[in-house]
């Protein structure tokens, strides 16, 4: 009965290195949503994939920051040359499927990125 | 566009108190659906209600209620006979009901219950 599974919990990088968080979806989940939270904010949408197709990546900025969803394996979602700003928790979320509008996305327990 | 707000950045009471968490939300959708999560110390994220904007029938669940009002545009949260386990940042979030499949979030409010 695992729920949503996310790793590292925490990860500490140096400016200009990569981050890779993972998400494992809760079993039989195929949607996976990337939020971030800044300190003391609201989470924030990042984007929203299915197995091999990314659907909305409308919150995700330009640069820097990729994210997958392979058909094996985990989602991935990736930073290169982390800067400072980046420091936030970076949560990921699950649905059983996308349509209907009515699904509830069931999060994990979130990465916490520091960028010294 | 959307939007959620939680006026109440923090709201202190003591324990065996009844609080009231605030939400007020913009969406020109007809079909939407609005959610309260809750986020202990630990720092996850815990589903507590969802709710279709074609019901607006309140709920119970234990000591936690819910007061969904269309015609203000409000989700308000209740918790009865407050316990210091209770303590946590609480967000509220919409959901288009036809489109997008992002949740938009409040900018939470932390409650701080006091033995």
């Known amino acids: 009965n695992a729920g949503v599974m996310q790793n590292p919990r925490h990860l500490v990088r140096r400016r200009g290195q990569e981050a890779r968080l993972r998400c494992s979806p809760m079993?039989?989940?195929?949607?996976v949503y990337w939020y971030r939270q800044l300190p003391e904010e609201g989470l924030k949408f990042m984007v929203y994939?299915?197995?091999?197709?990314?659907?909305?990546e409308s919150g995700m900025p330009k640069e820097r920051f990729s994210a997958e969803f392979p058909k094996e394996g985990p989602s991935i979602l990736r930073i290169q040359q982390v800067v400072r700003g980046d420091s936030a928790a970076y949560f990921c979320?699950?649905?059983?499927?996308?349509?209907?509008?009515?699904?509830?996305?069931?999060f994990g327990p979130g990465t916490r990125l520091l960028v010294l | 566009a959307q939007k959620v707000t939680q006026a109440q950045t923090e709201i202190s009471v003591v324990e065996k108190e009844d609080v009231t968490l605030d939400c007020v939300y913009e969406?020109?959708?007809?079909?939407?659906?609005l959610f309260w999560y809750k986020q202990p110390p630990s720092g996850e994220l815990v589903f507590l209600i969802r709710?279709?904007?074609?019901?607006?029938q309140n709920e119970i669940s234990g000591r936690y209620s819910w007061n969904f009002q269309k015609s203000t545009s409000s989700f308000n949260f209740t918790i009865t006979a407050s316990q210091v386990v209770d303590s946590a940042v609480y967000f509220c979030?919409?959901?288009?009901?036809?489109?997008?499949?992002?949740?938009?979030f409040g900018g939470g409010t932390r409650l701080m219950v006091k033995p």
């Open positions: 079993k039989g989940h195929s949607h």
């Open positions: 979030a919409l959901k288009r009901g036809n489109a997008g499949n992002m949740l938009t």
């Open positions: 709710r279709n904007s074609f019901d607006e």
């Open positions: 994939l299915q197995k091999e197709n990314i659907i909305d």
């Open positions: 979320a699950s649905s059983p499927s996308g349509t209907g509008g009515q699904e509830t996305q069931y």
């Open positions: 969406t020109r959708d007809t079909t939407y659906y």
